[in-house]
């Protein structure tokens, strides 16, 4: 009840070294890495008295030393202070004496025992009312490493790491221009996550972010441990199965997001970057289909869309097919699913539903296992269990192989993945009562729902619904780069175009040769 009181009473730091530090503790109470160093000059009583406050475990101790314990120590001693007032001497110390790279004032307790539980250094003066805040803290991170969700072969193989400041870094080597904004905010009661909005001022529409700030002011939660907590705060569609935010862990396909006018959010302690609008056509575009020519990586795209389609209504086809529509197989076809069916004890249904959920959890037993032994299990597992299931004449050979494909074609999407379960469960039992009837309206009811969603206002089906164009030469295939020169119309309507027309490669003079030889 005391540190509450304290929190809510006190505001501002006084003129009395001890008030201010008899505040600080209400707040802070006497945690066991919190160290009070006492600083005085050799004319005792009549000497300005100081108090270095840090946490041992947030801090780097040796930079410390170096930066404002040596060089204070050292002034005190050495009666090198000057300042007719506290407040004199403590800008005099910010100023010449102590050395370090980031030295700001705060006048605030609140914000002070704020920076001082984040790992910031506090110095505070008898006879002034003001602080000094360095930030030294102990930097223990991750090193950049690539993605392993998002793997390339050609384009950048850095990754976001846990630590804000690296995040940060990594962008704005990406984007050197002052146009990049990024707002500092801080979410959660007791943890006080940061969280930084990042937009390009002259291209993101200034409504897009002002939802976005809008829509994170509103959290009201004990602590963030990751980015995906606030994707499901402020996402569009909370019941939808959809997702419309995005999420990317590399710095270049954020870079690249930006510089269409979406807006991103990074979060300390999170390499998990999200950005939004966001579209569900993200899903087959990957940052390696603009680093290479467009042919190829247009068939692709292509293919990563007949086998997300595949993955999601194959299983309702194979169903409705065998035991609905047999004549619209072909005779021989017909035979050998029949022949490799026979003895099998399970209804077609049951039997996909049943193989399939033994694949859903060989798949999740190679993720949460160590990685050498996960994929071992993964790779073993599936190839002893699918033989012996059709050897044992539990299931057909025929039901394997569609099972075993839907997996692999649900892994070239992997944003989806998830997602499709259910949509696979949702058209297979449709399958299995009605038919090609059941899947038909499976995929309507989910193409409908799609065209429903919204993500910040915009469309989640674009620029397919709805329709444009123009847009779609981004979407289905990827066009040559230099017809790419505006930015999507249902990102951003203004400042639009982000290459000049004139882009198109042009064959040589064909005699700057004979130019150069006379």
Same mark, same amino acid.
């Given at each position: 009840?005391?540190?509450?009181?304290?929190?809510?009473?006190?505001?501002?730091?006084?003129?009395?070294?001890?008030?201010?530090?008899?505040?600080?503790?209400?707040?802070?109470?006497?945690?066991?890495?919190?160290?009070?160093?006492?600083?005085?000059?050799?004319?005792?009583?009549?000497?300005?008295?100081?108090?270095?406050?840090?946490?041992?475990?947030?801090?780097?101790?040796?930079?410390?030393?170096?930066?404002?314990?040596?060089?204070?120590?050292?002034?005190?001693?050495?009666?090198?202070?000057?300042?007719?007032?506290?407040?004199?001497?403590?800008?005099?110390?910010?100023?010449?004496?102590?050395?370090?790279?980031?030295?700001?004032?705060?006048?605030?307790?609140?914000?002070?025992?704020?920076?001082?539980?984040?790992?910031?250094?506090?110095?505070?003066?008898?006879?002034?009312?003001?602080?000094?805040?360095?930030?030294?803290?102990?930097?223990?991170?991750?090193?950049?490493?690539?993605?392993?969700?998002?793997?390339?072969?050609?384009?950048?193989?850095?990754?976001?790491?846990?630590?804000?400041?690296?995040?940060?870094?990594?962008?704005?080597?990406?984007?050197? #221009?002052?146009?990049?904004?990024?707002?500092?905010?801080?979410?959660?009661?007791?943890?006080?996550?940061?969280?930084?909005?990042?937009?390009?001022?002259?291209?993101?529409?200034?409504?897009?972010?002002?939802?976005?700030?809008?829509?994170?002011?509103?959290?009201?939660?004990?602590?963030?441990?990751?980015?995906?907590?606030?994707?499901?705060?402020?996402?569009?569609?909370?019941?939808?199965?959809?997702?419309?935010?995005?999420?990317?862990?590399?710095?270049?396909?954020?870079?690249?997001?930006?510089?269409?006018?979406?807006?991103?959010?990074?979060?300390?302690?999170?390499?998990?970057?999200?950005?939004?609008?966001?579209?569900?056509?993200?899903?087959?575009?990957?940052?390696?289909?603009?680093?290479?020519?467009?042919?190829?990586?247009?068939?692709?795209?292509?293919?990563?869309?007949?086998?997300?389609?595949?993955?999601?209504?194959?299983?309702?086809?194979?169903?409705?097919?065998?035991? #609905? #529509?047999?004549?619209?197989?072909?005779?021989?076809?017909?035979?050998?699913?029949?022949?490799?069916?026979?003895?099998?004890?399970?209804?077609?249904?049951?039997?996909?539903?049943?193989?399939?959920?033994?694949?859903?959890?060989?798949?999740?037993?190679?993720?949460?296992?160590?990685?050498?032994?996960?994929?071992?299990?993964?790779?073993?597992?599936?190839?002893?269990?699918?033989?012996?299931?059709?050897?044992?004449?539990?299931?057909?050979?025929?039901?394997?192989?569609?099972?075993?494909?839907?997996?692999?074609?649900?892994?070239?999407?992997?944003?989806?993945?998830?997602?499709?379960?259910?949509?696979?469960?949702?058209?297979?039992?449709?399958?299995?009562?009605?038919?090609?009837?059941?899947?038909?309206?499976?995929?309507?009811?989910?193409?409908?729902?799609?065209?429903?969603?919204?993500?910040?206002?915009?469309?989640?089906?674009?620029?397919?619904?709805?329709?444009?164009?123009?847009?779609?030469?981004?979407?289905?295939?990827?066009?040559?780069?230099?017809?790419?020169?505006?930015?999507?119309?249902?990102?951003?309507?203004?400042?639009?175009?982000?290459?000049?027309?004139?882009?198109?490669?042009?064959?040589?003079?064909?005699?700057?040769?004979?130019?150069?030889?006379?």
């Amino acid at each position: 009840m005391k540190k509450s009181q304290a929190l809510k009473n006190s505001f501002s730091l006084v003129l009395n070294l001890k008030e201010n530090l008899a505040m600080i503790l209400a707040i802070t109470g006497t945690p066991p890495d919190l160290n009070i160093r006492t600083i005085k000059s050799n004319l005792g009583l009549k000497g300005p008295e100081a108090a270095l406050l840090f946490m041992t475990s947030l801090v780097d101790t040796e930079q410390l030393g170096v930066f404002v314990i040596n060089p204070l120590v050292k002034a005190f001693q050495e009666r090198n202070l000057s300042g007719n007032n506290g407040e004199e001497l403590l800008k005099n110390l910010g100023h010449s004496i102590i050395t370090s790279p980031t030295v700001k004032e705060e006048k605030s307790i609140n914000n002070i025992v704020k920076m001082l539980l984040q790992g910031d250094s506090i110095l505070l003066l008898d006879n002034c009312d003001t602080a000094l805040v360095m930030e030294l803290r102990a930097v223990e991170a991750r090193n950049v490493e690539e993605p392993t969700l998002e793997t390339v072969i050609r384009g950048p193989k850095e990754g976001f790491t846990e630590r804000l400041q690296t995040s940060v870094a990594l962008l704005r080597r990406k984007i050197t #221009h002052p146009g990049l904004c990024l707002e500092e905010m801080s979410i959660g009661r007791f943890s006080q996550t940061r969280v930084m909005v990042v937009y390009i001022k002259e291209i993101a529409d200034r409504g897009l972010v002002d939802e976005v700030k809008k829509r994170m002011s509103r959290i009201d939660i004990d602590g963030i441990m990751d980015s995906g907590y606030i994707e499901q705060l402020i996402e569009d569609a909370p019941y939808s199965i959809f997702p419309t935010i995005g999420n990317t862990e590399k710095p270049d396909v954020v870079a690249a997001r930006l510089l269409e006018g979406r807006v991103a959010v990074l979060v300390d302690g999170s390499p998990v970057a999200l950005t939004m609008p966001r579209t569900f056509f993200e899903a087959i575009q990957t940052p390696e289909d603009y680093y290479s020519r467009s042919y190829n990586y247009s068939l692709v795209r292509i293919i990563r869309l007949i086998f997300l389609i595949s993955s999601l209504a194959l299983p309702g086809l194979y169903v409705a097919a065998v035991n #609905h #529509h047999p004549e619209m197989i072909p005779r021989t076809l017909v035979i050998t699913i029949s022949a490799a069916r026979e003895g099998v004890p399970f209804p077609l249904l049951l039997e996909v539903l049943l193989f399939g959920l033994i694949f859903e959890g060989l798949r999740e037993a190679g993720v949460r296992l160590p990685r050498p032994v996960g994929q071992a299990v993964t790779i073993v597992g599936a190839l002893i269990i699918g033989t012996a299931a059709v050897d044992a004449g539990l299931v057909s050979s025929s039901t394997v192989i569609v099972t075993a494909f839907i997996g692999i074609a649900g892994f070239i999407t992997p944003g989806l993945y998830e997602i499709f379960i259910i949509t696979r469960l949702l058209l297979l039992f449709l399958a299995g009562f009605l038919g090609f009837l059941g899947v038909t309206l499976g995929l309507l009811i989910l193409f409908t729902h799609m065209c429903s969603l919204r993500s910040f206002g915009t469309p989640y089906i674009s620029p397919v619904s709805p329709l444009n164009v123009k847009e779609l030469k981004d979407v289905y295939i990827r066009a040559p780069l230099w017809m790419l020169n505006t930015r999507p119309q249902f990102i951003t309507t203004d400042n639009r175009m982000r290459m000049s027309k004139d882009q198109i490669p042009l064959p040589p003079d064909r005699d700057f040769k004979d130019k150069d030889n006379k």
